[in-house]
């Protein structure tokens, strides 16, 4: 068929404007454009000349609005558009750029259609506004289709914007036709629109996005004036003009070399370390706490991240106080002081950082052009330098100048430690040095293409800056000896044969230069040794001067940069006023003024030789992380770890890491503890506050390997008795609708053995499966919030028993498996439809035909609270409230409250009617009748310290061990501690205290504590005849009364209720039923006031005992009683007394 040509709508395209870029899960996927069809189309006309178009809504941005905008052009088709109904129509995507596309675009040719629609520019490739695609919509099944390849499709073709995040800086992101849209029916509808995992963006990455998207003229730098020029001004910095020569004359030139090829070795690998993670993905702003946090997680990043942009804002007045003390020497030595040195030193100071700060605050534009005006200052002193050394001049020798010497290089070479230092103090004091190298990584928000800007600038500077140090070094070694008096008299007149200088050589005698008696010049004397070599002096304090600034500025920008992004992530929520950005460069102007008050405060103490090993360490310990980060994503095996820049290896990063925490400790000891204890503190907080952000780290990958790795090794262990742990499949239902059930079994599960909380969904099949996928991830965080240590599964069937089954054979892994099924009791079994019960029953036949262990628990309460909204409100008031008559709780009065705690509700489950806490519930509100308060109590009775009680354990039937081992388990956790286990068995009247001594015996090879063992001699003596009379008429609306009819009418009930109980069952079981109404007057005799009952469960043959008539002794033995575990294992040894 042709396709007819549609106009291009603009309305939408237009709208977009004005709201953040990048489509939300309730928006619409396109933008439709329904054209109507002739009747007679088929013939091959154009169809549009027959119909107008009708254009939908410009503002139909969700669903619905594109459906009724399809309904309102369908009802203004003609009379022969009936026909069409069910072809495809010609529809159009928006263009995001909202330019109205040329008409003779949106004719689909289908005979000459060349690759679908995906033909598209290079533009369009990379962006989402370019290109423009046609889309198919079919009227009967409100289905989209994309013409592709040929054919009519709705699968869509690989596109970049599929892959952005949700409001992405670089585009905007379009959503791929989901799973269900291609795979379900067609008269369905659709699932919800969703992400993919892991994609989901929190809302301070989708205000970043938005602000980077609104941008517009937004300055971005290169990987030359962004990277290389700033680390190339941060490393050379005052070391270059002032230290340089000092440490030539104490470490040799050999040495020096050693110093700086060490220092270039921690630096390289951490720069290759920086490479790998800024090319594994796309880099924002944020420098080093971004490429940590996303690395390594929020906990590293948010520590580090705070303390670098700290040391970077105190690292401005290191610079800037540097500077001062510059200026105001000049001015000393030209007797120009104002008030006194100090004073004057804050004075200039103060000045300096203002400027700075105005320079900071105009732009990143401005100050990267001031940066260039001082690199290219800095390089004329560098060359100025060069050219100076090959003029030696007379007037300069006295001072230790004299020209490029042999003999003053081999007097340099080794090394001439003086005043306390060694090679690792002369170490320490040049290593910050090269801590610059970050400079650029620091603005990655305003760098064009952080990935290739920053590996390519990182490393060329650090290659040129370390040839730069060491050519300085072997020159200054090689031209200016040690020591040198600067007195013209000090020439040799005639011979000295006792002197062995290279002075001497040369006509000076500066033997007189000792340890004692010290001279103003030489290596290790003069500190502007460099300025007196120079051809012209002043360029080289101008040197000075341009790398004190440009280290200042530098450090101005980068530390409200990392604290803006620190900020935006939310990680500490305090300090979110300063996340927010202003203009088109979105400058965090709060955090400059938070830096330039750090850094004032900081020039006004003025005192910061102790304060500045400690910075260097922040800095070190960034550095040690990004190292670290490296190895650990190498070493999770992440496929997503795939960097783009391949120079690295995993152990060398490791290496670099050691190196990092090694150098900090010989910068200075005590400050490496400071900031090991600092970095230490912030990491416990940040995850003790568990920020709610999903970076996809490291550690996330790491922890899944080693889980997963752990797993498999666990498969080749053998099982022993003395491994024991019961695992346990609780069929819980919703979490949150059984707190007792929960909390009790995780008592004596937490840290001991599994627990897999089973929640069976039933129902129609589409709805459940969508339930199933928002279940797990609500539920899970619920369990892991509420600090249950337990899994969570749900799964869909068509019956309870189905899904039961469905869970017993395949929950858990390898050898994390349940091998116990936990369920509560149905205490609404007389009242309900009795296949339940069937249902019920059949459980726990299922969970013994498959060796699991059974435990039944029972509150006289009940279990289940689900039909009650808002329950840790209900308990909090209580607890506050003086009369518990005045709670007002929402009650779901279509529930009941005694449901069957194993089975789901559907309305209990909903997302509307969850158990979860609805604040904003719409139901009416009533007060909370008297049952109702007891069963919330009663449901948080295990969330509380127990106090000094007992555990009853009424171990009548060896079943291999659990009905005692689950006591031990719950008195070694704190809340059961102060509970005595007492043991009660059966026995006979005549050999009690036989039996009694072998009990103690047996407990005894178990080395397990009891308080007292207690036999039943009177175990079966018959029960009272109220209590029977009771029994009998609970079972009688269940009873088949088969002996009052024909064999054959009997057996066809029997097949049609297989729950009902037969005249020749209850004579046959006549002694085990008196047995649990005996049971029952006992326990309510012996245990009435314990804490908590542990019992034997009694076993119903399969096939042989009706579900009614086992329901009957389950209640009759369990009825008005404390908290009662009706426990039955697997009948295989859990306890050894071996060791």
């Known amino acids: 068929m042709s396709a007819p040509s549609s106009n291009t709508s603009q309305g939408l395209a237009g709208d977009l404007a004005l709201k953040p870029i990048g489509q939300t899960p309730s928006q619409s996927r396109f933008q439709v454009d ?14 549009s000349q027959s119909t107008k178009p009708t254009t939908a809504s410009p503002d139909a941005t969700g669903d619905k609005s594109a459906s009724d905008s399809g309904k309102q052009a369908t009802s203004q088709h003609p009379p022969g558009g009936e026909e069409a109904k069910g072809r495809f129509r010609v529809v159009n995507f928006v263009d995001p750029s909202g330019a109205e596309s040329p008409p003779e675009l949106n004719v689909v040719n289908t005979d000459g259609f060349q690759n679908g629609d995906t033909v598209m520019s290079e533009g369009s490739l990379h962006s989402s506004t370019g290109g423009h695609h046609h889309y198919y919509y079919d009227t009967h099944t409100n289905t989209y289709y994309l013409r592709t390849f040929g054919h009519n499709t709705i699968d869509a073709v690989p596109r970049i914007d599929f892959y952005r995040q949700t409001a992405a800086p670089l585009g905007e992101k379009l959503l791929r036709p989901s799973l269900a849209e291609l795979h379900d029916e067609l008269d369905k509808e659709p699932f919800e629109d969703g992400y993919a995992n892991g994609e989901e963006t929190t809302p301070a990455q989708e205000a970043a996005a938005k602000e980077a998207n609104e941008g517009k003229g937004v300055v971005k ?9 700033r680390c190339m001004l941060n490393i050379w910095g005052v070391m270059l003009f002032i230290r340089m020569t000092w440490i030539v004359g104490q470490a040799g030139i050999a040495l020096s070399f050693a110093i700086i090829l060490m220092a270039t070795v921690v630096t390289t690998i951490t720069g290759m370390s920086t490479s790998a993670i800024a090319t594994n993905g796309f880099v924002r702003g944020g420098g080093a706490y971004y490429l940590i946090s996303r690395s390594l997680g929020p906990e590293f990043g948010g520590s580090i991240g705070l303390i670098f942009a700290f040391a970077n804002a105190v690292a401005v007045a290191m610079y800037v106080v540097g500077f001062a003390e510059t200026v105001v020497e000049m001015l000393k030595e030209s007797d120009l002081l104002m008030i006194d040195q100090t004073n004057d030193i804050r004075i200039v100071g103060t000045i300096t950082v203002i400027l700075l700060l105005g320079i900071s605050v105009a732009g990143m534009e401005w100050e990267s052009k001031a940066q260039l005006v001082l690199l290219v200052i800095l390089i004329a002193a560098i060359f100025n330098y060069v050219i100076g050394s090959f003029i030696p001049m007379e007037s300069k020798e006295s001072k230790g100048f004299f020209g490029y010497k042999g003999e003053i290089m081999m007097e ?243 290496i670099g890491a050691v190196m990092c925490c090694a150098v900090m400790f010989v910068i200075n000891w005590w400050a490496a503890l400071v900031t090991y204890v600092i970095v230490l503190a912030l990491y416990i907080y940040v995850t003790y506050k568990k920020p709610d952000v999903n970076w996809g780290s490291s550690t996330q990958a790491l922890t899944y390997l080693q889980a997963l790795q752990h797993s498999i090794r666990l498969t080749g262990v053998e099982d022993h008795i003395k491994n024991f742990r019961p695992q346990c499949l609780v069929m819980i239902g919703p979490p949150n609708s059984r707190p007792a059930l929960l909390n009790l079994v995780d008592a004596f599960t937490k840290n001991v053995g599994l627990m897999v909380c089973g929640h069976v969904r039933m129902g129609p099949r589409r709805q459940a499966f969508k339930e199933l996928a928002n279940d797990q991830a609500r539920y899970q965080r619920w369990l892991l919030r509420n600090k249950t240590k337990a899994f969570y599964t749900p799964v869909y069937a068509e019956d309870l028993r189905e899904g039961c089954q469905f869970l017993l054979q395949a929950a858990g892994l390898g050898r994390l498996r349940p091998n116990t099924l936990v369920v509560g009791f149905k205490s609404n079994w007389r009242d309900g439809d009795m296949k339940d019960v069937e249902t019920y029953i059949n459980m726990m036949h299922d969970a013994f035909d498959f060796q699991y262990g059974v435990v039944v628990i029972r509150l006289k309460e009940g279990l289940d609270i689900s039909h009650i909204q808002g329950q840790e409100e209900l308990l909090a008031s209580q607890e506050k409230s003086a009369t518990p008559k005045e709670v007002v709780v929402h009650v779901d009065q279509g529930k009941e409250s005694d449901a069957d705690s194993s089975k789901p509700s559907s309305k209990a489950t909903s997302e509307h009617n969850s158990p979860a806490i609805q ?47 689950i006591p031990y388990l719950l008195t070694n956790k704190k809340k059961w501690k102060d509970c005595k286990i007492r043991v009660f068995i059966g026995g006979k009247i005549n050999r009690i205290d036989h039996d009694r001594r072998t009990m103690a015996t047996l407990l005894s090879k178990f080395r397990m504590d009891f308080s007292d063992i207690t036999v039943l001699g009177d175990i079966n003596t018959k029960p009272k005849k109220e209590n029977i009379a009771v029994f009998e008429e609970m079972i009688e609306p269940f009873k088949l009364n088969d002996d009052d009819m024909e064999q054959d009418a009997a057996e066809k009930m029997k097949a049609e209720e297989p729950w009902k109980i037969t005249d020749n069952e209850l004579e046959i079981y006549k002694t085990k039923t008196y047995r649990q109404i005996r049971l029952n007057e006992l326990l309510k005799e012996h245990s009435s006031t314990a804490n908590l009952i542990v019992m034997s469960m009694p076993l119903a043959r399969k096939g042989a005992v009706s579900s009614a008539l086992y329901m009957a002794w389950l209640e009759t033995l369990s009825k008005d009683l404390p908290p009662i575990q009706l426990v039955r294992g697997n009948h295989q040894s859990v306890l050894t007394f071996y060791s």
């Open 34 to 47: 329904l054209v109507a069809e002739a009747a007679g189309a088929a013939s091959g006309g154009d169809a």
């Open 221 to 229: 730098f290169g990987w030359i004036k962004g990277v290389l020029v």
């Open 412 to 654: 340099n070479m080794g090394p001439d430690f003086r005043d306390g230092e060694t090679f690792f103090s002369v170490f320490a004091i040049f290593f910050p040095a090269a801590t610059g190298i970050l400079a650029g990584a620091n603005i990655s928000g305003d760098l064009a293409d952080p990935q290739l800007a920053i590996p390519r600038g990182t490393l060329l500077a650090i290659l040129i800056t370390t040839i730069v140090y060491l050519g300085i070094a072997f020159s200054t070694g090689s031209c200016i000896v040690r020591d040198a008096t600067g007195n013209i008299n000090s020439t040799i007149v005639g011979t000295l044969t006792n002197c062995t200088q290279a002075a001497c050589k040369s006509g000076y005698d500066f033997s007189s230069c000792t340890s004692v008696t010290k001279c103003a010049y030489g290596l290790q004397n003069d500190f502007q040794v460099m300025s007196l070599v120079s051809g012209f002096g002043p360029l080289i304090s101008a040197g000075i001067f341009s790398a004190t600034l440009s280290s200042a500025l530098a450090s101005l920008v980068s530390a409200p940069k990392v604290f803006q992004a620190l900020c935006k992530d939310n990680i500490y929520p305090s300090l979110g006023v300063f996340a927010k950005g202003y203009g088109k460069n979105n400058e965090p102007l709060r955090g400059y003024m938070l830096t330039f008050v750090i850094a004032l405060g900081f020039i006004l103490i003025a005192e910061l030789n102790t304060i500045a090993p400690i910075i260097s360490n922040f800095f070190l310990a960034s550095y040690a992380l990004i190292n670290f980060s490296v190895f650990h994503a190498s070493l999770a095996k992440s496929p997503g770890w795939r960097p783009g820049f391949k120079y690295y290896n995993m152990w060398v990063s490791l």
């Open 919 to 965: 604040k904003e519930a719409k139901s009416p509100s009533t007060p909370l009748n008297l049952a109702d308060q007891k069963l919330l109590a009663a449901s948080k009775q295990f969330q509380k310290k127990q106090g000094k009680g007992t555990i009853d354990v009424w171990w009548l039937f060896d079943d291999g061990g659990l009905t005692l081992l």
